[in-house]
């Protein structure tokens, strides 16, 4: 028997404070900027991480054990820890695009299971990391996934959607057509009106405002955080 000294157990006390605290510094509001993997979109920056991230249910200590047992065996699934994960109905509490040309349901058949798994255009993260200056992840010839096919459709521009489509010169598609058709804009009838390669470029890059206008319905200024 230890009547004296250091106690057995004082490593384990000391390192299970010492990892709380760092915890509770890395996890407080003034060190969010660390958190951020990338630089943030300047419509997010602003805005603290619990307005997306928001709290997970339960506390720490009933997250940690629903995990272990997940983990063990005991149980189907794992719980979020500390935070939900964030999905698109996050993006869609502040982004809402009543008339969405491209609107995630339009994914959910089958013919774009395929796609979905390369793209991941069923969801916002597919096309959007909102860690991320950059305002779109893919390229602009992204439609040729989706639009080789013009059928019966009336195609009254010049150059005509069939031969833009036979030359293959998806580039164009974004010079002319706001993807989501949530800004206030008119498409032009020819592409010699259309915005060039450059400006939309750099607007999928995150270095320029989208050149198609403003848009139908701003963004609110602040998401309501949970209580």
Same mark, same amino acid.
């Given at each position: 028997?230890?009547? @004296?000294g ?8 000391? =390192?299970? %404070? ?8 890395? +996890?407080?509001p ?8 990338g630089?943030? /979109? ?7 991480c619990? /307005?997306? $991230?928001? #709290? ?5 200590? /009933?997250? %940690?054990?629903?995990n272990? $047992?997940?983990? +063990?065996?005991?149980?189907? *699934? =794992?719980a ?20 969405? +040309? ?11 299971? *395929? ?10 993260? @597919?096309?959007?990391? $909102?860690?991320?200056?950059i305002?779109?992840?893919?390229s602009? *010839? ?5 639009h080789?096919?013009? @059928? ?17 010169r998806?580039e164009?598609?974004?010079?002319? $057509? ?20 450059? /400006?939309?470029?750099? &607007?999928?890059?995150?270095? !320029?405002p989208?050149? &198609? ?11 309501e !955080?949970? #209580?």
């Amino acid at each position: 028997m230890r009547t @004296g000294g250091f106690p057995r157990t004082a490593p384990l006390w000391l =390192g299970m %404070v010492l990892t709380l605290t760092l915890l509770a510094a890395f +996890l407080s509001p003034r060190q969010e900027q660390f958190l951020s993997p990338g630089g943030d /979109q300047e419509m997010h920056e602003e805005m603290a991480c619990e /307005q997306c $991230h928001q #709290p997970a249910a339960g506390s720490v200590r /009933q997250q %940690v054990q629903a995990n272990v $047992h997940h983990w +063990l065996g005991f149980r189907k *699934e =794992g719980a979020p820890f500390l935070t939900n994960p964030v999905d698109s109905a996050d993006c869609l509490a502040c982004h809402e695009m009543p008339k969405n +040309l491209h609107p995630q349901h339009r994914f959910a058949h089958s013919e774009y299971f *395929e796609l979905r798994e390369t793209l991941g255009q069923h969801q916002c993260m @597919g096309c959007h990391d $909102h860690h991320s200056s950059i305002n779109v992840v893919h390229s602009m *010839e992204f439609c040729m996934n989706c639009h080789q096919v013009w @059928g019966d459709k009336k195609d009254t521009i010049e150059p005509r959607h069939q031969t833009l489509i036979a030359e293959e010169r998806w580039e164009t598609c974004l010079q002319c $057509h706001d993807f989501h058709g949530n800004h206030d804009y008119d498409w032009p009838k020819a592409l010699e009106d259309a915005f060039s390669i450059k /400006q939309v470029q750099s &607007y999928l890059d995150g270095k !320029t405002p989208a050149p &198609y206008g403003k848009l139908i319905n701003p963004y609110p200024e602040e998401r309501e !955080t949970s #209580p």
